[in-house]
């Protein structure tokens, strides 16, 4: 099981640049969809780089449904080589994207979030809007009945964040 | 950047169809709690769902 509340705060305990999006994200905005990850896109400078890796170390991340043993480390080096990761850690599955389609990179999604103050932490949580651009822009149904959802929630939602 | 500007395509009539589907009386009562409850919300169902696959399974080891 993920503890998308005690990730959300080791990640902004740890000084880690990041915005929520996906289905915690959904969630936040008011979605009843369910999810079983946490999915994060974080700023690709150096720094935020070095805060990511030092912050998961405690909590072992590992690829996701990779053989054991594969000799994985989420070190400075490896997040610089690829933006995207799908993990497992001892607080459960963390998704870590350098951009989304549709939607961009961490600027571009910092620029238009929402700042929400949950489990004793302030952290960002992507736009309704540009999670439904980046929903759309997957081409999946699913994520087209996800898109139908969050249409109609934005059409009801007079204050999402209370 | 808004939704709003995009040209309306047949994904668009997709997402209509999709739309009459959607219960809204879910989306109103998740409305009408905080952002932290929504998320505790989805731990308590994943807490759920576990609990019951373990259940499952344990019922289906003792009738194998």
Not at chain 1, 38 to 55: G, H
Not at chain 1, 125 to 138: C, G, N, P, S
Not at chain 2, 38 to 49: H, N, T, V
Request: with cysteine; proline share 4%; charged share 30%.
């Amino acid at each position: 099981m993920t503890r998308f509340g005690e990730l959300l705060r080791v990640l902004a305990s740890g000084g880690v640049d990041f915005v929520v999006v996906g289905g915690v994200a959904a969630a936040a905005h008011g979605s009843p969809r369910s999810t079983q990850d946490l999915d994060i896109v974080y700023a690709r400078q150096d720094e935020n780089l070095r805060k990511i890796a030092a912050t998961l170390a405690p909590y072992h991340p590992y690829l996701r449904g990779a053989p054991p043993k594969l000799p994985f480390r989420l070190d400075f080096e490896t997040l610089r080589a690829g933006p995207n990761f799908t993990l497992v850690t001892d607080l459960g599955w963390l998704d870590l994207f350098g951009e989304i389609s549709g939607a961009g990179g961490y600027d571009d999604l910092a620029a238009h979030s929402i700042a929400v103050d949950v489990f004793g932490i302030r952290c960002k949580v992507v736009a309704l809007d540009d999670l439904i651009l980046a929903k759309r822009a997957t081409g999946r149904l699913r994520d087209l009945e996800t898109v139908a959802e969050l249409e109609i929630l934005r059409e009801r939602a007079r204050r999402p964040f209370q | 950047m808004s939704t709003r500007s995009l040209p309306r395509s047949s994904i668009d009539d997709i997402i209509d169809l999709y739309k009459r589907d959607v219960d809204v009386t879910l989306i109103d009562a998740a409305l009408q709690r905080t952002v932290e409850e929504r998320i505790r919300a989805l731990e308590e169902f994943e807490r759920f769902r576990e609990e019951l696959r373990d259940a499952t399974e344990r019922r289906r080891d003792a009738v194998r």
